[in-house]
């Protein structure tokens, strides 16, 4: 089955700089990788997903990339707010039902 | 916007009770699922479920877990006698499609404290 490797677990960095999150999967029939974003006490949240036949998407200032050939995907946050800090996950399918593999979480703390 | 919405939002139970924890999903959706998060880890999958029956299930979503959907808005997960290790938040999830073409939309959560 799928598996799902996201680094690094903790990640703090200064207001305005980015922030980069990676994940890697095993299995090269996924074709779908979201990002849920976890605020204290509520449930994920999807920011941003790509689809296997493309290599970058942007959202202002969020942007996910993803190397079909080396398996992996990456969250790229830019001109980072105190309001980003959250959990980020990614995740990819993990069979033909549509529930998810997540990965671990990184915990981004963006300090003023 | 609509929400997936659960209850209760914390439970706390003794070991080898039985609790019912409910969710009502986004109203025109199909695929309904059930995860897990124990405490500072990672969102596991449980079950899935569509057109009235388990879809898919994981290793976690043994004989004490059960599903149903008994009038067509409520899904609820029950789990028959309860363990310490049950304890962790439960997040119900429904989708209009499957999450490879649509988004998993996520309920804030139960948080199940069996002692």
């Not at chain 2, 139970?13 to 124990?38: A, D, K």
């Not at chain 2, 049950?86 to 069996?114: H, I, K, Q």
Request: proline share 4%.
């Amino acid at each position: 089955g799928e598996n799902v490797e996201q680094h690094p677990s903790t990640l703090s960095v200064q207001e305005g700089d980015s922030a980069v999150i990676k994940c890697t999967y095993s299995d090269s029939a996924s074709n779908y990788f979201p990002w849920y974003k976890q605020e204290l006490g509520k449930g994920p949240q999807l920011i941003i997903d790509i689809r296997s036949n493309v290599g970058e998407k942007k959202d202002q200032r969020i942007a996910v990339t993803l190397n079909k050939t080396a398996k992996h995907f990456s969250l790229h946050i830019t001109e980072t707010q105190p309001e980003d800090s959250a959990v980020y996950f990614c995740a990819a399918p993990g069979g033909s039902q549509g529930n998810l593999i997540f990965g671990k979480g990184t915990k981004l703390s963006v300090k003023p | 916007e609509p929400e997936v919405t659960q209850t209760p939002s914390h439970q706390v139970t003794q070991m080898g009770q039985e609790v019912i924890l409910r969710c009502v999903p986004i109203s025109n959706h199909l695929y309904f699922y059930w995860y897990r998060q124990i405490l500072g880890q990672k969102v596991e999958f449980l079950v899935s479920f569509y057109n009235n029956e388990i879809s898919e299930k994981s290793e976690i979503f043994d004989d004490q877990f059960s599903v149903e959907r008994p009038d067509g808005s409520n899904f609820t997960l029950k789990i028959r006698s309860t363990k310490l290790e049950d304890s962790a938040m439960y997040f119900c999830a429904s989708a209009a499609r499957l999450s490879n073409t649509g988004e998993l939309f996520f309920g804030e959560g139960s948080r199940l404290t069996v002692l």
